[in-house]
């Protein structure tokens, strides 16, 4: 039986955001940001680990109290400039401190996405779990896109059939993705399943919902906050 390991690449700084805190960090509904995405993935019964991959001279994840997680959390100092450099520096970190086969599956969650939901997350595992490629979490695009040119007008409408807009977690199996990043080198890859496309294969899209939305601007706080109270309150 395949084993389920998470990964959370947060090495980044999250300029977009302003002031020196790194996102991961700054506070939203009275914890660190990062906390709300562990909460879940560490909840979970699904899942036997969950690294945090921080860049080498990260020195906040220690001003933290991570005791609730620490059945499950694996510190890794090894992150890079890139997302996609931290993730493959963190696989093959990981595999020296656990032993992780090559058919395990690496679920990669941004820790910006703080609202995800346990039954958003075990959607992603049933739907994926016998997957010959793997996937991610995706919701259709509802609003009108729109193609720009350099002066910053309307060059034409974009067609939004067949369009999805990507989320994390994105599960694939370990050997897949080290593989497809190790491939993908110094391209850039927003996302994992960029690179797992960039192999010719094609991931399942895992129907998800608006409110497992990536926290990018300072205005998204307090969306943020307002989907995290209402998770609290179906809890109860």
């Not at 001279?57 to 059945?71: H, I, K």
């Not at 307002?226 to 609290?232: A, D, G, K, T, V």
């Amino acid at each position: 039986m395949s084993k389920l390991f998470a990964l959370i690449p947060a090495a980044g700084s999250g300029l977009r955001m302003g002031g020196n805190l790194p996102k991961q960090y700054l506070s939203l509904a009275g914890k660190p940001m990062i906390y709300h995405a562990l909460q879940t993935l560490c909840n979970s019964s699904q899942i036997a680990n969950v690294f945090v991959v921080l860049a080498p001279d990260d020195s906040e994840w220690s001003r933290y109290d991570w005791s609730a997680f620490s059945q499950k959390i694996i510190v890794l100092y090894c992150g890079g400039l890139a997302r996609g450099e931290s993730i493959l520096n963190g696989l093959k970190a990981a595999s020296k401190v656990l032993s992780i086969s090559d058919n395990d599956w690496i679920l990669v969650h941004d820790a910006a996405r703080p609202c995800l939901s346990k039954a958003q997350l075990r959607k992603l595992i049933d739907e994926l779990i016998d997957d010959m490629v793997g996937g991610l979490l995706a919701i259709p695009v509802a609003d009108t896109l729109k193609r720009s040119d350099i002066s910053g007008r309307v060059k034409h409408t974009e067609s939004r059939e067949n369009l999805w807009q990507a989320q994390t977690p994105q599960m694939f199996r370990y050997r897949l993705l080290i593989n497809s990043l190790n491939r993908a080198g110094s391209v850039v890859m927003t996302d994992d399943a960029g690179a797992i496309e960039a192999m010719g294969l094609y991931p399942k899209l895992v129907s998800s919902d608006i409110r497992n939305l990536k926290v990018t601007y300072p205005q998204d706080f307090i969306l943020a906050e307002l989907i995290l109270r209402e998770l609290q309150e179906e809890k109860k």
